[in-house]
């Protein structure tokens, strides 16, 4: 590699880093206790206590009471509002109804009740207030909607640019060294020089996959957007000039239901969006249906029922735009293989931080040496060029 | 310390079959539960270990 290639190289491993570093500081610190968000919760507030244990309220097992019944008891606990959306869990019978003034309020107006479909009791209104919904709300978006999302995006690329530029660097720093070489006692500067490369290779993958699915998760919006304005609007073409449906004459949700399994045997529902909501048409439900292996559990198709005559209308896949939306979720979680795999994700989100940590502190040691002299320090692997 | 250069190709052999076993273990849960799961947790876990292995025998 030329001493000028490592020069431009350097400059650019520089620049975006130091762009990004305390965003993905940030993140890091605010992702660690959110990978353990659902055994915290359980921790804080105990296990719930459910009327039929392992039993999903996805499924149509009897004993499970009609989706009619929840909805009366959900809008009963929140008179003046509406329904926007119906979700449910595969192995338990839990499930939540989003409450609203109109289908189509704006999220901050939303409400979580959580129900117990086999008992009809509520078993809580989520919390929005916790300490954990403080994180995950800075995570995703710093407080700013949209825009924070956006710019979070943008600092997972320059993130990417970082981690990219890093491993190019890597080829002319190891020249010498054999692979997990520590000079732990030579000076501080380069032990810390040497964690940061081997952290940095060796977690290379994963920062690469967590980095990018965080990117593609901060589209959900626009994503979100694009299915709707192209997709949904295909899908209930017959019905773009109709009038909004009366809510008196919506038709029973479980007849609903019924049609869209039917529609699609070997399916079970992850979320109904109600008529007028953001993932529906103004005359439709829309079952949001999952696969039943693990990988199409991910991959969700909906189906649209006329609200007023419960028949089907029509189903189709979501788009590849949806579906790398849908699997960047877990990869970018942890939330897929069990709590060993969260602990594997903890410890190299810890590495992470040392990474940035490390490098953070290898630019402020030597700010105002010249990058020749950076650049000596890559060639020599860090024994030459910025004294120490 | 001091060694001949390295060519390209060993300067990345490790940090590759690292990687490849961290893009393995990081598809292998998402494709299905139990052994998958195993399988997962085991190839994710070759970057952790590399980085043990190197505090405890590789620190000068």
Redo the contacts between chains.
Sequence with gaps: MTRNSIRAWYLVHKWTSLVCTLFLLMLCLTGLPLIFHDEIDVLTEGPPQVGMPGVGSSSDTPGLLPLDTMLKIAIAERPGEVAAFMAFDNDGPLMTVTTAPRPDSPSAQMTVLVLDRSTGKLVSQADESGVMHFLLQLHTDMFLGLPGMLFLGFMGLLFTAAIVSG?VL??PF????????????RSTRLKWLDYHN??G??????TL?VGLTGVVNTLATPINRVWQSRELAAMTGAYAGKPALERSRYVSLDKAMAQARKALPGTSPQFIGFPGGAFSSKHHYAVFLQGD???TQ?LLTPALIDAETGTFTDARPMPWYNQALA?SQ??HFGD???L??KI?WA??DL?TIVILGSGLYLWLGKRKTSVEAHVREVETGGTAGAPS | MKRPKQSLRQVFAVPVVLAVLSLFGLIAALTGDGLRDGLSWLALGAPVLAVVWAMRFRRS
């Excluded at chain 1, 060294?177 to 732990?184: D, Q």
Aim: no cysteine; charged share 10%; glycine share 8%.
């Design positions: 491993v890597y080829a190891m020249r010498k060294i054999a692979f997990g070489t520590l000079r732990t006692s081997l952290l290779v060796a977690a290379l993958a994963w996959v292996t693990p990988l991910r699997l877990p990869l897929y293989g069990g060993p795999l594997l410890v190299l590495f």
